[in-house]
């Protein structure tokens, strides 16, 4: 903002070509380097995991590796069990992701199609429990899954995935209320339950939603540290807390340059699920910051 | 509620299903009951998964852990009693809470605002008709979708005292190199970690941005206003239901935030008991309560505390916004 009117203010003489040239120009620049500034923190990473142990304890900087330590993005699998972590997450995610698609599908639809006495409330429950810090309600959550013996067992993500989650419910209960009234009265005129209409009709019309909701629960459980840090125990747990924590030595030292291509490992599947399903993602995204 | 008057479109197709099934009301008067009692069995039916869900995962827990905040349970010690107020007591009179919280109510009014104001920027910019903006949305959104894990080790290497870019940027230029990852930098390496995924907030504007009529630009131009008045007068009121969103969001986020924990130096199964003084917020105190002493008690007071205040602050904002917040509802943008 501050380059555009700076130009129109000193550059009144200039032909107007030049002065939208010019401001191109700057628009381009500022682009390009902000794009820099947020590609630099994951490039870091990347080469990190392609330096030796020494090169990345060097004082000053080692800036780039004498020879690419390819070798350290195989070394980080029998390090740790890296397989054995990434099918845990893969589990977790899958069983999540699936479930609390469907169940968010479920009550997206009952709140779209349906109503009742108390529909209003409830919506609004539904809303103002999104904006519940959700660290506030695991800790006690953790202390009664463990009262339960489901600590170290994927049943809390069975539980949490029947649940539904109040901001894809909102996304389905935004796409099914879209939907025309017609589709559900013939229906009903047949004498078909709310239940077959919605498997048979709205569940096959909203693939869209189905995967970005999907993608969205799986990046979610994917990334999420925290609940299986407190649940699971070091074999069961997810690449996540595998990442971040199991990349030491017998003396309990870090080894930062498998830690770096682990994680560069751990990162890019989900930057390659973003690019694939780019746009459900951004609409998912947009929808839910309720313009 | 609130998060409902933010979008005039929630309640138009439940209202649109209203009226259209009492206008149906004098013609099948007998059948319209037992079908409406159907239609009501029916939502329930549907959203009981969340109500259950709700009641058990949500509402159980936090009852639990507000019966808890009244006693001295630590999971071990099987002669753990009642003791009322105790727990609250000794929180308000712990310097250690109150440092903890003035923390996190510092680190909420930096990085919200500042992540809202990168973010908005990056809307404008990549909304302007440039070749390859695609090319720049995704890529600046990218950082957004990187977990923390992934997050907080790069900016452990990127901020690395010894062997990071950042020092090495900066003695290249003559200045001295920094412990970044210490007292009392570190804090400002957490605020960057949340500046990096400014891309959320981009996205959200973006679509914001875009449904902003033209004419109104247009209108704008002819009447002679500088971009920035623009921006200012047209751009931000149409978007200042979002804005709101994010902050709000923004807020929550941030109280909830792992960065501290990610951002210490070495990870042990604790995790907390590494992290540096000045990134100490209050969620890290009450993890350090919980994990660490396993104080559940204590720390269950620490929670609800939390717990009312971000509802405080949830309300100041939307009490404090009332007036400035503009809805745009346009009859005939939504036909």
């Known amino acids: 903002m501050t380059a555009t009117t700076a130009t129109t203010a000193t550059t009144a003489g200039i032909p107007v070509r030049v002065r939208v040239r010019t401001r191109r120009l700057a628009l381009y620049t500022v682009l390009v380097s902000v794009t820099g500034l947020f590609l630099g923190p994951f490039g870091w990473l990347v080469l990190s995991g392609l330096k030796t142990q020494g090169e990345l304890a060097a004082s000053p900087v080692h800036w780039l590796p004498d020879t690419f330590q390819w070798h350290n993005f195989t070394d980080a699998f029998t390090q740790i069990d890296f397989l054995g972590y990434a099918r845990n997450s893969l589990i977790i995610a899958l069983l999540y992701a699936a479930l609390v698609t469907l169940s968010s599908a479920f009550v997206g639809f009952g709140f779209a199609r349906l109503d009742a006495p108390g529909k209003k409330v409830l919506f609004g429950v539904l809303l103002g429990s999104m904006m519940l810090p959700q660290m506030v309600t695991l800790l006690p959550t953790y202390l009664i899954f463990a009262k339960l013996g489901m600590v170290d067992t994927y049943w809390p993500w069975v539980l949490w995935g029947l649940a539904s989650a109040p901001y894809l419910v909102f996304l389905f209960r935004q796409f099914f209320a879209g939907l025309p009234r017609e589709l559900e009265e013939a229906a009903i005129v047949d004498g078909c339950g709310h239940t077959s209409i919605f498997w048979r009709i709205f569940l096959p019309q909203s693939w869209p939603v189905l995967s970005a909701s999907f993608i969205i629960a799986f990046t979610w459980t994917w990334g999420d540290y925290i609940a299986p840090q407190l649940l699971l125990s070091t074999d069961r747990t997810t690449l996540a807390v595998a990442v971040m924590t199991a990349y030491v030595n017998e003396g309990g030292t870090p080894v930062p340059e498998l830690q770096a291509a682990a994680s560069v490992m751990y990162v890019v599947p989900i930057l390659l699920i973003f690019l694939v399903a780019q746009r459900g993602f951004v609409a998912g995204m947009s929808t839910s910051g309720l313009k | ?335």
Not at chain 2, 291 to 316: C, D, E, P, Q
Request: hydrophobic share 50%.
């Open chain 2, 1 to 335: 509620m609130t998060v409902d008057q933010m979008s005039p479109v929630a309640d138009r197709p439940s209202g649109r299903a209203a009226a259209s099934a009492a206008g149906r009301a004098p013609a099948t008067g007998r059948r319209r009951l037992s079908m409406t009692a159907r239609r009501h069995r029916a939502f329930y039916l549907f959203t009981s998964p969340w109500i259950i869900g709700f009641l058990l995962l949500t509402i159980a827990p936090m009852a639990y852990a507000l019966w808890l905040s009244f006693t001295t349970f630590d999971g071990i010690s099987p002669n753990w009693k009642y003791v009322g107020l105790g727990n609250y007591r000794e929180l308000f009179n712990d310097p250690v809470t109150w440092d903890a919280l003035g923390r996190a109510g510092l680190f909420a009014v930096t990085s919200v605002p500042l992540s809202i104001a990168a973010g908005l920027a990056l809307a404008v910019l990549v909304n302007r008709p440039i070749k390859a903006r695609g090319v720049f949305r995704t890529l600046l959104y990218l950082p957004a979708v990187v977990p923390p894990v992934g997050a907080g080790l790069a900016f452990k290497l990127l901020f690395d005292p010894n062997s990071g870019a950042t020092n090495g940027v900066m003695t290249f230029f003559g200045f001295e190199a920094i412990g970044w990852l210490a007292d009392p930098y570190v804090r400002y390496v957490l605020l960057m970690t949340v500046l990096w995924s400014a891309g959320n907030v981009m996205i959200i504007s973006l679509a914001g941005l875009q449904d902003v009529p033209r004419e109104l630009h247009e209108a704008a131009r002819i009447d002679g206003a500088s971009a920035w008045r623009t921006f200012r007068s047209i751009t931000v009121p149409l978007l200042s239901p979002v804005l709101l969103f994010q902050t709000v969001t923004g807020m929550i986020a941030s109280v909830q935030t792992i960065m501290p924990m990610l951002l210490a130096p070495l990870q042990d199964t604790s995790g907390i008991t590494t992290i540096p003084q000045s990134n100490y917020l209050y969620m890290m105190h009450v993890f350090a309560q919980y994990f660490a002493l396993g104080r559940y008690g204590y720390a269950s007071a620490l929670l609800w505390v939390l717990f009312v205040l971000i509802l405080i602050a949830t309300g100041l904002i939307f009490k404090f916004t009332s007036g400035v917040v503009f809805y745009n509802v346009d009859p005939e943008a939504k036909k």
